[in-house]
């Protein structure tokens, strides 16, 4: 079970507990203010699990992602928290010590395969840079790297021949399984996979998501998968945590979230999604994620709530329990039991 709540000390991991984020902050210094991307984040992941996480483009997402593989860059900065990874605490290694992490036991499959590949390299190169580059100990012979290649470009559902190619002689679905396998090729207990479906058609998006599923059985690793999809999310992930305005504002088992959403804008978005038996149902959510750079007083989502109350333009909410295995940030369960 993924359990959210208040920070959590490193002793108090457990063997099954793959991924501990505790009150992850992520910032960005602009010239006009500070930029909270990612404000007061935690949960506990455990192995095998399937989280998906789930927002309007600006809502952390991303930012989050990327200070767990230890890439947040300048202007962006870390700061505060902490990010266990099996009881090691990622944001206080050195340079070293998370490269050799990467692949091994934290990779990402990136949004864009086509930007994240070399244009001028074949693909078996690529592969096996990412091995020899992230992996301790004794190299791997020629040998040893070619069949490995070959190994993983099977599993991904390519053929031999494309070790051969070069990226752009590729769709984009295979560029997308090709990083899948470079992300899994030193079998990482922890695949991070950032809307991996974009820009493509929605045969080729079903076939990702199920090779992605394998892979994560294949390897009993957890999955972070980020997205939009609140569809496609539903029939890949077992719990999905909701973000807004770099905030988890409700998180829980997926079906009780699509059954009982209890957050407004989980249910604006659950809402918004087409459905065949009610067509003219369905509704987009009114106005606009805020800018973080000047975000309302309270609840970040009062000005496009339909349940807003004066509380909610003046007090922050807080993530509370509000069922069986579910949190929510609403004022509207203050007078709940936690």
């Given at each position: 079970m993924v359990q959210t709540g208040q920070p959590v000390a490193e002793t108090s991991t457990t063997s099954d507990d793959v991924l501990v984020v505790d009150d992850l902050r992520v910032y960005y210094d602009t010239p006009?203010?500070?930029?909270?991307?990612?404000?007061?984040?935690?949960?506990?992941?455990?192995?095998?699990?399937?989280?998906?996480?789930?927002?309007?483009?600006?809502?952390?997402?991303?930012?989050?992602?990327?200070?767990?593989?230890?890439?947040?860059?300048?202007?962006?900065?870390?700061?505060?928290?902490?990010?266990?990874?099996?009881?090691?605490?990622?944001?206080?290694?050195?340079?070293?010590?998370?490269?050799?992490?990467?692949?091994?036991e934290i990779a990402l499959v990136p949004q864009a395969a086509l930007n994240?590949?070399?244009?001028?390299?074949?693909?078996?190169?690529?592969?096996?840079?990412?091995?020899?580059?992230?992996?301790?100990?004794?190299?791997?012979?020629?040998?040893?790297?070619?069949?490995?290649?070959?190994?993983?470009?099977?599993?991904?559902?390519?053929?031999?021949?494309?070790?051969?190619m070069f990226p752009h002689e590729l769709s984009g679905g295979m560029k997308q399984r090709v990083a899948m396998a470079i992300a899994t090729s030193l079998s990482p207990k922890l695949i991070i996979a950032d809307e991996p479906t974009s820009a493509l058609d929605v045969v080729v998006q079903r076939q990702i998501m199920e090779t992605l599923g394998q892979l994560q059985e294949g390897l009993s690793a957890s999955v972070i998968?980020?997205?939009?999809?609140?569809?496609?999310?539903?029939?890949?992930?077992?719990?999905?945590?909701?973000?807004?305005?770099?905030?988890?504002?409700?998180?829980?088992?997926?079906?009780?979230?699509?059954?009982?959403?209890?957050?407004?804008?989980?249910?604006?978005?659950?809402?918004?999604?087409?459905?065949?038996?009610?067509?003219?149902?369905?509704?987009?959510?009114?106005?606009?994620?805020?800018?973080?750079?000047?975000?309302?007083?309270?609840?970040?989502?009062?000005?496009r709530c339909t349940f807003v109350m004066d509380t909610c333009r003046v007090n922050e909410p807080v993530l509370r329990n509000v069922g069986p295995g579910q949190s929510a940030s609403c004022h509207l369960f203050e007078g709940d039991k936690e």
């Open positions: 006009r203010s500070v930029v909270k991307a990612v404000d007061g984040v935690s949960f506990t992941l455990r192995q095998g699990q399937r989280l998906a996480l789930v927002g309007e483009s600006g809502s952390g997402k991303s930012t989050l992602a990327t200070a767990l593989m230890g890439m947040t860059k300048a202007p962006g900065r870390v700061h505060g928290g902490h990010v266990y990874l099996t009881g090691r605490d990622l944001l206080a290694m050195n340079r070293a010590e998370m490269r050799l992490t990467r692949l091994s994240s590949l070399n244009p001028v390299i074949r693909v078996q190169r690529q592969i096996i840079d990412g091995i020899i580059d992230h992996a301790e100990g004794e190299k791997p012979t020629k040998e040893e790297l070619n069949d490995r290649v070959q190994e993983l470009l099977r599993t991904v559902g390519l053929t031999s021949s494309v070790a051969r998968l980020i997205g939009h999809d609140m569809g496609l999310i539903a029939q890949f992930a077992d719990t999905i945590g909701i973000m807004y305005a770099g905030k988890l504002v409700e998180f829980g088992p997926v079906e009780a979230i699509f059954e009982n959403a209890q957050h407004p804008y989980t249910q604006a978005l659950i809402q918004s999604l087409p459905s065949f038996n009610h067509r003219l149902q369905s509704s987009g959510i009114p106005g606009l994620p805020p800018t973080l750079a000047n975000l309302p007083a309270g609840c970040s989502f009062n000005p």
